[in-house]
């Protein structure tokens, strides 16, 4: 922002000054922006008011219907999209009846410019300010404000809205960032997306749509427009957009209607649930969406889009978690690309670093970056500086897609690494505390243009300035040069298949007092709760005979017993605190824990390493003792009496004969043991999963296997590849994931200080120290 916009937004804002005392600094905002809007749209009026009045009687005798006289009387304007019938303006409402005169030169707006002031809901605050005595006062200091086009261009009015409303969101305690995105990065932004249009760039009369989703005040679209008008003002530029805000859905509305868009085409409402542009396929597209937003309120119409529409819809790649909706915005700029035969299309997107890398294979984040790679549709991706918006200080980076990439950019992506390219502002604005200047922009839109690989190469910027509070370091740290670089790679390089790797569960079982006595108490959230019981009620009270009549009787302790459940076990349910005070569930317990000591001494209390021979010594003693064992009761012995043990035998899942369609595979999990084929049970605590880079030139399983025999095998032996775990897509072995880890590519290895540097340090803190510890007991 220039030092003029910048005293101009201050000018205005003095405005507070006369609201302080009678409203609040939340409300500052909502009478400083409408009324500058008035006096805006009052300013670009002045040229064609006269000519509008005297068309009006004229137009009145006709009777025609409102949009008919509206459409008489735009014509009187010269060119612009709205019009002021009254003959009034802000310096000529009086101060008796201002109230009045104000609302009623605000009705005489046509229709467009009219709805502007009705979502700040500027009537209301018109009310208000007149209760306060302070409305002919305010009206007195707007009216002296020169914002006129002469005076203010549209970009630098831009500006100057932003500036308001940053300001309003500090006041407000609100988040500046969700209504604009700072001039330099919507610059770069720009030029990336439109730098591939010759036609549009050179020739006249060329015809463009423009559309952001998450329109804010209309600085993208602004910035577009302008782009494009600097390089051939012959080209029309139509804009489309959405806002969430109504504030600033007003601004973006009053910014189109000055510069003779079609305001119709500005729509306000979320973008996401309610797609007011639905049929509607667009040239250009930015967008800044907001930053690791949460869509919770509207998961019911995202899923249902998904689920019903699929691919027919805009979410039809895959969902993302939901905690974060910066992909579905851009899987909606996606669905918005015109067809390739009609002339495609491009989008810049700045986004957080989460969508580079957040979830794994098959997750949705994964399925909608393999969805745009595997399409073919990013272009670039570049890493902007820190510290660079008014609300967040994270690194954030613009990426570039098209569907209708160059012969060089086929099957490509170019990342750039920008992070360096900046400078520190005078005076930092929020979180924003560097800007790029038009050097730091041309580099990089050189460097796109060019579609060239730079080798890290060291930029001349001034080394960041330390503190020089504390203790310095003798010999500090050599801070990391400052660079910029470009690389450029296939798209399936970002791509990778996670493959499951299994190893055999190995268990030994031992029939021990101990193993057994756990069988007392209920296996899972109940086991803790019933140790306590048993420990506290039963212990010396409750006998394993068959006559014992107090076994699991509690009820004459349900309320002291409740009371500790709430001081120790506040995360059981009250269905588990009934369950806990059944007598049933105790006794049900208590019938295992007999079983299992019935056959104990048939089976004997010896360990076991071998678990494949547990089922049928335990099938044989409780046929001999005489007792019936269910499911449940099996597997609670099973569990009590079992455990894991990397000494002891694999467990035997299944075995079968070795034949001509059942042959022998090791590599995935079927072993040839003395003419048999055995399957082993897995270990779920062992699985790990393993990376593999996709290669297209390679089958499939010839990838897997090599990896798996050089990086696996030789140190886990007994381990093999789970070939039930297929990709939904491609159906082989593996799940296919992308991602695409900028700051690995990237990575500038600084090695440590030597070692003589960091005792010579620490001898010199640790002399310091025991300097002053003699001070203190001298």
């Known amino acids: 922002m220039s030092q003029s916009t910048n005293n101009l937004a201050a000018d205005i804002w003095s405005l507070a000054d ?101 979502h700040f809901k500027f009537a209301e605050f018109i009310g208000l300010l007149n209760d306060a005595n302070l409305l002919y006062k305010v009206v007195q200091k707007v009216r002296t404000m020169d914002v006129s086009l002469k005076a203010v261009s549209p970009h630098e009015m831009g500006l100057v809205f932003e500036e308001l409303i940053r300001r309003f969101a500090e006041s407000s305690n609100d988040t500046a960032g969700e209504h604009f995105t700072p001039r330099d990065i919507v610059r770069l932004t720009t030029a990336l997306v439109f730098m591939e249009d010759d036609d549009a760039l050179t020739k006249p009369g060329i015809i463009r749509t423009i559309y952001d989703p998450t329109a804010g005040t209309g600085g993208f679209l602004s910035a ?206 929020g979180s924003k505390r560097n800007v790029m200047d038009e050097s730091d922009i041309a580099t990089i839109t050189r460097c796109f243009g060019q579609f060239e690989v730079v080798d890290a190469r060291e930029l001349d910027k001034p080394a960041e300035q330390k503190s020089n509070r504390g203790r310095q370091a003798a010999n500090p740290k050599a801070e990391a040069p400052k ?54 009620y039963g212990q010396d009270h409750w006998r394993d005979d068959a006559d014992c009549e107090h076994y699991g009787q509690l009820a004459a302790y349900h309320d002291e017993i409740r009371l500790h459940f709430k001081r120790h076990f506040a995360d059981l349910k009250e269905k588990q605190i009934k369950d806990l005070l059944d007598a049933e569930t105790w006794l049900a317990q208590k019938r295992i824990l007999l079983k299992a000591r019935a056959v104990q001494p048939i089976i004997g209390s010896a360990q076991s390493d071998d678990f494949n021979a547990y089922e049928g010594a335990l099938k044989a003693a409780s046929k001999k003792a005489g007792i019936t064992l269910d499911a449940k ?26 034949t001509r369609t059942q042959a022998a595979a090791p590599l995935y999990g079927l072993f040839a043991v003395k003419g048999e084929i055995i399957e082993y049970q897995t270990d779920g605590d062992l699985r790990d999963f393993e990376n593999i880079a996709l290669d297209p030139t390679r089958p499939v399983n010839e990838i897997n296997e090599a990896y798996f025999i050089k990086e696996v095998q030789p140190h886990v032996p007994d381990a093999w590849i789970d070939a039930s775990k297929r990709d939904a897509k491609d159906g082989e072995i593996g799940i296919v994931g992308f991602e695409i880890p900028f700051n690995r590519h990237f990575y500038q290895y600084q090695p440590p200080r030597p070692l003589e540097e960091i005792d010579a340090d620490l001898d010199a803190v640790s002399a310091e120290i025991m300097a002053l510890l003699r001070e203190v007991h001298s």
């Open 18 to 118: 006369l609201l302080r005392g009678d409203f609040r600094q939340s409300q500052y905002g909502r009478i400083i922006l409408p009324f500058t809007l008035l006096r805006r749209l009052e300013c670009v009026l002045e040229s064609s008011k006269d000519a509008v009045l005297k068309q009006v009687p004229v137009v009145e005798q006709m009777k025609l219907p409102d949009e008919a006289q509206e459409k008489l009387l735009l014509r009187a304007t010269g060119g612009l999209s709205f019009y002021n019938t009254s003959p009034m303006d802000l310096a000529t409402l009086g101060e008796t009846g201002i109230k009045a005169n104000l609302e009623r030169y605000i009705q005489c707006f046509s229709k467009d410019a009219r709805e502007i002031f009705d």
């Open 633 to 658: 009761e099996k597997k609670q012995i099973a569990d009590a009496v079992g455990w894991k043990n990397p000494a002891a035998e694999k467990v035997i899942k299944k075995q079968y004969k070795e």
């Open 224 to 429: 577009g427009m302008e782009y494009v008008h600097e390089l051939n003002p012959q080209t029309v530029m139509r804009a489309f957009g959405q806002e969430l805000n109504p504030e600033s859905y007003a601004i973006c509305k009053a910014d189109m209607l000055i510069k003779g868009q079609d305001v119709s085409n500005i729509k306000l409402g979320n973008t996401l649930s309610s797609d007011q542009l639905y049929a509607n396929k667009f040239d250009y597209m930015l967008s800044n969406p907001p930053f690791g937003v949460d869509w919770k309120k509207i998961e019911g119409d995202i899923t249902g889009e998904h689920s019903l529409k699929g691919f027919d819809g805009r979410f039809g790649p895959g969902l993302p978690r939901v905690s974060d909706g910066s992909l579905l915005f851009l899987l909606h700029l996606i669905s918005k690309l015109r067809d390739v035969k009609d002339g495609g299309s491009r989008i810049g997107i700045i986004l957080n670093g989460s969508p580079l890398f957040t979830g794994g294979a098959g997750s949705g984040e994964s399925e909608i970056r393999r969805y745009i790679l595997e399409a073919d549709l990013l272009e670039a991706i570049v890493a902007l500086p820190t510290d660079m918006f008014y609300n967040t200080g994270i690194a954030t980076y613009v990426w570039v897609l098209s569907n209708k990439k160059g012969a060089e950019r086929k099957g490509k992506v170019q990342l750039i690494n920008g992070v360096n390219l900046c400078g520190k502002m005078r005076k930092s604005l």
């Open 483 to 536: 660079t910029f670089a470009s690389k450029i790679f296939a798209a399936h390089q970002f791509g990778y298949r996670r493959i499951t790797i299994e190893r055999p569960l190995r268990l030994s079982w031992q029939f021990s007092d101990e193993r057994i006595a756990t069988l007392r108490f209920a296996p899972g959230a109940l086991n803790g709760a019933m140790q306590w019981l048993y420990a506290e």
